[in-house]
C-alpha cells in the first residue's frame, strides 16, 4: 500500500552544512530524510514557495516539456534505496514511468503540484519516527522555511 509524504522542507545538516529534504508521512509519524545536493535544494525551495522564476528553470522546462507532449505529471513515487542512494519515480497521466532522483522529482512534484508517495516497506526501513509537535518549534522552522533564501544553499557540493 503507497505511503503518502509531504515535503515538510529543507534543513541543512551541521557540521557538513549538507542539505537533507525532510518528508513526512501524511498518515503516520514518521519523517523520510534524503541528503540532496545545494542546487537541488535551491530548486524545491523556490518550488515550495510557489516562486515563479523569470525564465525557467531546469524543473520548469521539465514540466513544460511533458505538457508540451501532452500528458502531466499524475504522482512521484519515491521508490527504493540501495545504501544511501534513493530511487524515484515520475508517473504521468499517460502512464509513462521515468526514472528521476528524488530531489529532481520532488521539485517537479512541487512545480506540478502533484502527489508524492513512497512503499510502506520504505518508510519503515528508512524512516525515522516523528516525535511529538511541538508548536514553538513547529513554529520556528516554518519561521525558518519563510526567511530562507536560495543564495543559503550557494556553493555546496553534493549529491542525491
Known amino acids: 500500500m503507497p505511503v503518502e509524504l509531504e515535503v ?6 551541521l557540521p557538513a552544512n549538507q542539505p537533507i529534504v525532510l518528508l513526512k508521512a501524511v498518515y503516520q509519524p514518521r519523517f523520510l530524510p534524503i541528503w ?23 524543473h520548469n522546462l521539465m514540466a513544460d516539456i511533458i505538457a508540451a507532449y501532452d500528458d502531466e ?8 534505496r540501495e545504501q544511501h542512494i534513493y530511487y524515484a519515480e ?40 516523528a516525535p511529538e509537535a511541538d508548536e514553538e518549534e513547529v513554529a520556528q522552522f516554518r519561521e525558518f ?14 549529491q542525491s
Open 145 to 158: 522555511l519563510d526567511h530562507v533564501s536560495p543564495e543559503d544553499f550557494e556553493g555546496e557540493a553534493g
Open 73 to 80: 505529471l499524475k504522482e512521484v513515487v519515491i521508490t527504493g
Open 36 to 58: 540532496i545536493g545545494s542546487g537541488e535544494a535551491n530548486a524545491i525551495g523556490i518550488a515550495q514557495r510557489g516562486l515563479e522564476p523569470p525564465r525557467p528553470l531546469s
Open 90 to 129: 515520475l508517473r504521468t497521466e499517460n502512464g509513462k514511468a521515468i526514472s528521476a532522483r528524488p530531489s529532481d522529482a520532488l521539485a517537479l512534484a512541487l512545480i506540478a503540484d502533484c502527489p508524492v508517495y513512497t512503499t510502506e516497506e520504505l518508510i519503515e526501513e528508512a524512516g525515522i519516527e
Open 8 to 13: 515538510v522542507g529543507i534543513r541543512i545538516e
